[in-house]
Structure formats: C-alpha cells, structure tokens
Nanobody
Framework: VHLVESGGGLVQPGGSRNLSCAAS????????INWYRQAPGKNREWVAA????????DYADNVKGRFTISRDNAKSTAYLQMSSLKPEDTAVYYC?????????WGQGTQVTVSS
C-alpha cells in the first residue's frame, strides 16, 4: 500500500490550494479516504473524509465550507480543495486509508499560509 500526497506549498491568506493523494497497492474504490493535518507543536487532527463511492463527505467544523474532499476512483486519487485559507491552516497534510488492521498514511505535504 502506498499513498503519496502532493500539491502543498506557500499560499497567501485568503488563497486556495489543491492537494492530491495518489494511491496504489490496494483496491482504492473499496475504501474510505481521510485527510488529516498536523501543525507544529500540535496533535494530528482529522480534516475530512469521503466514503468509497464518494456519496458521503464529512468535514471538521473548522474547515467546513472552505474545504472540499473528492475522489476519482478511476485514477485511484483523492483530492482536497482548500479555499479561504487562514494562517491557522498551516500544517502538514496527510491522507489516510483504513486498509488492514492499522491503516496506511502518506508521507504528508506541507501547506504554509502566510503573507
């Protein structure tokens, strides 16, 4: 199982950024995908989730209305569209797939929101 996040970078407050999570090594279309983030000095926090068929999406309260999770099962890729970004959104963003006993994490991609 392999998850690779991409799309991170520096963005100004109020700006947008789109992250991708490319998956391999498992049947992507059978599993939910979650996005988490971890800011410096803080615990990793859950951000958003989508079920296997992209019929159900859920978001943490602090990103609801600003972030959109989606997936393309044909490409085995999940996405996180982020808009109206705030400095407090600065973090390493990870995707997670609940495959097997403990699930799998990607290596993360850094998003920095700063002017």
């Amino acid at each position: 199982v392999h998850l690779v996040e991409s799309g991170g970078g520096l963005v100004q407050p109020g700006g947008s950024r789109n992250l991708s999570c490319a998956a391999s090594g498992f049947i992507f279309s059978k599993y939910a995908i979650n996005w988490y983030r971890q800011a410096p000095g803080k615990n990793r926090e859950w951000v958003a989730a989508t079920d296997s068929g992209s019929d159900y999406h859920d978001y943490a309260d602090n990103v609801k209305g600003r972030f959109t999770i989606s997936r393309d099962n044909a490409k085995s890729t999940a996405y996180l569209q982020m808009s109206s970004l705030k400095p407090e959104d600065t973090a390493v963003y990870y995707c997670y797939a609940p495959v097997g006993l403990d699930g799998y994490w990607g290596q993360g991609t850094q998003v920095t929101v700063s002017s």
